[in-house]
């Protein structure tokens, strides 16, 4: 069986080169390594494991190594912790813009915010075929009701009570690779509406 390299099969898929965690301990053989964009040469990371809002901003993994800003959707109190994720999002504003006749630009009226639109990125690891991995991913994306998104970086802009719908999936061709599955979701912003009946 072939060994591969994470970083590697990141940067060939998707175009990203992920860093390690600042301050994380290295094997001797990654650092000697130099020019290749991985130094560090800060302080080691701090111990804050939430945000001001408590929000999870660091997690250990199962051999006791903290990552950074695991993102977690929630159905009926069960929770699926989406593997190795990078993860970004936009939101709009829907504008109606008016033209003045005779005059430069043009009358902004702010109607409403739109809704955010979420794109996680994710690597399904194993020693073998990720199936396991795989199944619980399926299994959420055929969950056809909003879920609740927990992360740090999205919890400071979504409202307590907003959810999310997830719109889409997409599997990458691994071109021959066995262990390892990258996945992208895009997700939307579902708000809580109250009907008021008079």
Known sequence: MGNFNIK????????YK???????????ADRSES???????GETAGEKTNTDLG????????????????????????????PNAVISFT?????VE????????????LISLDDYEISILGVALSDDFP???????????????????KCALTDIFLEEDDRVVIRSIDISDMKGTETVQI????????????????
């Open 55 to 82: 929000s999870v901003l660091r997690k250990k993994d199962a051999m006791g190594r903290y990552y950074f800003m695991p993102v977690v959707l929630e159905h009926k109190g069960k929770e699926y912790e989406i």
């Open 8 to 15: 590697d099969i990141l940067l060939d898929v998707i175009g």
């Open 98 to 109: 008016t033209a003045m006749v005779g005059r430069k630009g043009s009358v902004k009226e």
């Open 18 to 28: 992920g860093l390690p965690y600042p301050g994380v301990w290295l094997p001797a």
């Open 35 to 41: 020019g290749d964009g991985y130094e560090y040469d």
């Open 91 to 95: 939101g709009k504003k829907n504008i």
């Open 131 to 149: 199936e396991a991995a795989l199944t619980e991913l399926n299994e959420l994306y055929n969950i056809n009701e909003s879920v609740i998104l």
């Open 183 to 198: 996945f992208k979701m895009e997700l939307v912003t579902d708000h809580s509406f109250e009907l008021i009946i008079k």
